[in-house]
């Protein structure tokens, strides 16, 4: 809730000075993090942006932003921020990411995946790559290179719960539906009940599909298209609904 959120950022002040830490000392620390997502999460995207640009000098602690407001869906401050960072530190990992995945928003589909393809070489232990990957080629179709995909991206990112969505989705593809239920049945476990109501609403679509529960499939995947998808994103949402 809004109040929630309000509250932490007015706690997350008082720590932050009672740790020492200052808005204005170019240096992203604990509780200047929280408040970013906090003010992200409550929609207040333009005193999130101007806190960010005031606290992050640093590629680490903008990647770190860059990708909290890409989770949390401030699409508009994840570009500002990653514009910012490519023109301060133009191999940023992070920011690269988010702006494939902008323009995979955007419809250009081929543009984002040879980003992904070179940001998986780069870094192959890091999980957002293959998991974009998988996503991608589940969306065209490519079913072994969708499992691929998913097995590298848990295999890089097994405590994260995204890594476990993906996979459990290409094996649905795949026709394997217990091995994609126990995957979706991990990835919910790995998380509070509030990510859950607000984060990977195609999966939990997929595991109410899986588990015989239509109504509330239909009910989730709609939600889960209203907010933001691209092209291909639906396509995949598409070829999900009749595994």
């Known amino acids: 809730a809004a109040g929630d959120y309000a509250s932490v950022i007015r706690l997350a002040e008082e720590l932050g000075r009672e740790d020492g830490e200052r808005e204005d000392d170019g240096r992203l620390d604990f509780w200047e993090t929280v408040k970013f997502e906090c003010l992200a999460r409550l929609g207040e995207g333009e005193r999130a942006l101007r806190f960010g640009e005031r606290q992050a000098l640093d590629g680490p602690s903008l990647a770190r932003l860059i990708l909290l407001a890409y989770d949390v869906s401030q699409l508009g401050v994840a570009q500002a921020l990653a514009e910012r960072a490519l023109r301060l530190f133009p191999d940023l990992l992070a920011a690269k990411f988010v702006v494939a995945r902008l323009a995979e928003l955007k419809g250009d589909e081929p543009r984002a995946m040879t980003t992904y393809r070179e940001l998986q070489k780069r870094d192959e232990g890091w999980h957002r790559p293959p998991l974009a990957i998988a996503r991608a080629t589940m969306a065209s179709g490519d079913l072994l290179g969708a499992a691929s995909a998913s097995q590298l991206g848990v295999r890089a990112g097994h405590l994260y719960a995204e ?41 939990w679509a997929l595991r109410a599909q899986l588990s015989g529960d239509r109504s509330a499939a239909d009910m989730l995947f709609q939600k889960y298209l209203g907010g933001s998808v691209g092209a291909a994103d639906r396509l995949r949402v598409q070829r999900l609904r009749v595994v």
């Open 163 to 203: 890594s476990f969505v993906v996979r459990g989705q290409a094996r649905a593809m795949s026709g394997d539906r217990t091995g994609a239920l126990s995957d979706l049945e991990r990835a919910y476990g790995m998380m509070r009940a509030d990510a859950r109501a607000r984060d990977h609403l195609d999966a």
